[in-house]
């Protein structure tokens, strides 16, 4: 099932595939802009995100001459919630995509991870090494920081539904206002920020736009150790990666940027002045640096 769309911002089609489970998977596919200068840039969204995170830089990659897919995983945006929680996990993730690259036919793929999206994008290195050609990992590597998974469980999964489009944007300023220092005053961009986070219910109610049992799987670390993804990030070292690092980020560290270097010497990185966890990748350095890696890369 395809359909057109057009939002404020770039138009794309709509594209719905059925994963290996049979659960409906949701896309956004932005034709490139001709000549075609590119592979494919496949985007991957954070925890409780969606292919919304992208609505601004993937017509702008798309306008570069490359096709842009932004997926929603299973439990976000308009793709299905799983009825076992326990798939609510990257590993499931990984295949899902690889799904949605088979049927969109994109054997290969410049990939864009935030967050989650970039653990999603270490996995399928490990499982199908050649779809990926290039990576953009936002604001995550081999290290995760306790600070960081520890807020994430004190509001993933947490939230009622709102009464209004303005409680929504300051319920997220509550929220992750830390990471966004400069924006504290800034009320267009909370409004923004909660019209890609939240959803409208039928009855007026606005709701967060993802399955709040996605919380159920999350790592506790005060129960459980957190695990080294190093073996993980190893599986992309043979390719060109740009890491996007927020500077006041409580997930990815200075030394979890250094840890990733020292395993990849060749490693281009950029430095998001004033910004927590994640940058939206459109704040002029982060953009900067991705249109230079993009012009280097297939």
Sequence with gaps: MDAGAHSSIGSFEERIVET?????????????????TGLPVICLHGLTRNSRDFEVIAP???ALGRRVVAADMRGRGKSANDPDPAHYVPAVYAQDVLSLLDKLEIPRAVFLGTSMGGLVTMLIGTLAPDRIAAVVINDIGPKLEKEGLAHLLTYVGQGRPLPSWDAAAQALRDAV?????????????WQTFARRAYRQREDGQIETDYDSSVALTMLDPEVTPIPDLSPLFQTLVSKPVLSVHGALSN?????????MRGLKPDLHTVEVENVGHAPCLDEPEAWDAILDFLAQVE
Excluded: K, M, N, Q
């Excluded at 489970?21 to 956004?28: K, P």
């Excluded at 997930?251 to 840890?259: E, K, P, Q």
């Design 20 to 36: 290996v489970d049979g659960l409906t998977i949701y896309a956004r596919d932005y034709a490139p802009l001709a000549p075609v």
């Design 251 to 259: 997930i990815l560290s200075i030394d979890g940027v250094a840890h």
């Design 177 to 189: 206002g830390d990471a966004y220092p400069a924006r504290a005053d800034d009320a267009a961009f």
């Design 60 to 62: 702008r990659i798309a």
